[in-house]
Nanobody, 124 residues
């Protein structure tokens, strides 16, 4: 059974930082590219960041470039999202996802497996 389990969410003040983790099981982790998405109340789920199988290639939404960093540790079947200088409008449920292919994408339909999400709340 494939499982993606996010952790690290919580309440943080504006300007603060959080580090999210996603632990994968039931799949060959190094064979998948990984992505992070987020969904705020009343909004569509949007792309945040993605990383290739090797970890050498990364993509970021324009809104988070320079503040967020995605990384992965294949030996631990874990992908991370370091979030710095958080803004209140970035309050959302953050989801981890796994996709197959030769490169990571920002397209939701390209991802095969999804976690249940972790809540991030940024206070003003």
């Amino acid at each position: 059974q494939v499982q993606l389990v996010e952790s690290g969410g919580g309440l943080v003040q504006a300007g603060g930082s959080l580090r999210l983790s996603c632990a994968a099981s039931g799949l060959t982790f190094s064979s998948y590219y990984m992505g992070w998405f987020r969904q705020a109340p009343g909004k569509e789920r949007e792309f945040v960041a993605a990383i290739s199988w090797s970890g050498a290639r990364t993509y970021y939404a324009d809104s988070v470039k320079g503040r967020f960093t995605i990384s992965r540790t294949n030996a631990k079947n874990t992908v991370y999202l370091q979030m710095n200088s958080l803004k209140p409008e970035e309050t959302a449920v953050y989801y981890c996802a796994a996709g197959t292919g030769v490169y990571p994408t920002q397209v939701k339909s390209d991802y095969k497996y999804w976690g249940q999400g972790t809540q991030v709340t940024v206070s003003s």
